[in-house]
Nanobody, 115 residues
Framework: QVQLVESGGGLVQPGGSLRLSCAAS????????MGWHRQAPGKQRELVAI???????HYVDSVKGRFTISRDNAKNTVYLQMNSLKPEDTAVYYC?????????WGQGTQVTVSS
């Protein structure tokens, strides 16, 4: 089994920054992808950013240039540095780990961008 624990959400003003962390534990494959999805009220969950164990990254267009995903393979931890936050970034952010055909999800952390 795999467990994911997220941290770092909160309330921030427009233009501000937050850093999300997600630590994975359990049966972690050396080959996997870790990343973040988000779900805003009344909207479908969407992929925000993902990074493979080899370091390949992908971002949704709306966050390119503002968000940076990174990972520490030794700690099985993925990070999402979010800069220049906008009100439309408000959502619950979910960590995901994909390996061997399975997806594992964190419990979600709320990010609210508001003045």
């Amino acid at each position: 089994q795999v467990q994911l624990v997220e941290s770092g959400g909160g309330l921030v003003q427009p233009g501000g920054s937050l850093r999300l962390s997600c630590a994975a534990s359990g049966s972690i494959s050396r080959s996997n992808a870790m990343g973040w999805h988000r779900q805003a009220p009344g909207k479908q969950r969407e992929l925000v950013a993902i990074i493979t164990s080899g370091g390949n990254k992908h971002y949704v267009d709306s966050v390119k240039g503002r968000f940076t995903i990174s990972r520490d393979n030794a700690k099985n931890t993925v990070y999402l540095q979010m800069n220049s936050l906008k009100p439309e970034d408000t959502a619950v952010y979910y960590c995901i780990l994909s390996q061997m055909g399975n997806d594992y999800w964190g419990q979600g952390t709320q990010v609210t961008v508001s003045s």
